[in-house]
């Protein structure tokens, strides 16, 4: 089976699955986004959404974020994993915000990638939820997924972002790198399937009887 043909495969299937699929990180405008995305580090995004109820609730601004300060900000975040360079960086974005931007979120990667914590798969799910532009975000879980479904080679991040721009449509971008999310989690997890066990693998890869291990990006 040709790469773009299993392409076609996961594209129907995962439309049939999650025709409307959430954004998992619970937020109210650009700004609450972007800090629950830079919050979501090494981190699981429900453990992220019991936080920032109370962060949003009293730093919900840039101009409140940058006058509560960093201290009171780990306070807040503390059980999350890189809390205090976290708090810092929340900190210090929400001051470049105001000085640099007259405190709204850039819209363009150079200007997001440029804000304290923020590299380029926060910059992509901001540019892709947020304000709808093609982005195809690639955390750790989408790279292990495609290499699962021989979709890229696996030889970092940047590489299956690139691969993957090429398989799928672009006007698929942003619903499709939520889509894999939330397959991966259901049905194709880290220790739950290992390349043979889940609906997509054995439809994609019939005859592998062998565990599949994916490369570490």
């Known amino acids: 089976m040709l ?40 981190c699981t995004d429900k453990k992220v959404n019991e936080v920032t109820p109370e962060l949003f609730r009293v730093a919900g601004t840039p101009e409140k974020m940058a006058a509560l300060g960093k201290d009171k900000v780990l306070d807040i975040i503390r059980p999350l994993g890189l809390s205090k360079q976290k708090a810092k960086n929340l900190v210090l974005l929400s001051k470049q915000l105001l000085a640099e931007h007259h405190g709204q979120v850039p819209q363009t990667f150079s200007e997001l990638e440029a804000l304290p914590g923020v590299g380029h798969k926060t910059a992509s799910v901001v540019m892709a939820q947020a304000f709808g532009k093609p982005a195809f975000p690639v955390d750790t879980h989408i790279h292990r997924l495609a290499q699962r479904w021989g979709l890229t080679n696996g030889k970092s991040v940047t590489q299956t972002e690139a691969d993957l721009k090429k398989l799928f449509p672009r006007d698929t971008w942003i619903r499709l790198h939520l889509q894999i999310i939330l397959y991966g ?28 291990q994916a490369k570490k990006p």
């Open 3 to 42: 790469k773009t043909e299993r392409a076609a495969i996961i594209l129907e299937r995962l439309n049939e699955l999650y025709p409307d699929p959430p954004i998992p990180l619970d937020h109210t405008d650009d700004f609450t986004l972007l800090v629950a995305v830079v919050l979501s580090a090494q």
């Open 185 to 212: 989690r259901e049905h194709c997890t880290a220790r739950g399937c290992d390349g043979t066990k889940c609906e997509l693998c054995r439809t994609l890869y019939p005859n592998r009887k062998k565990p599949f």
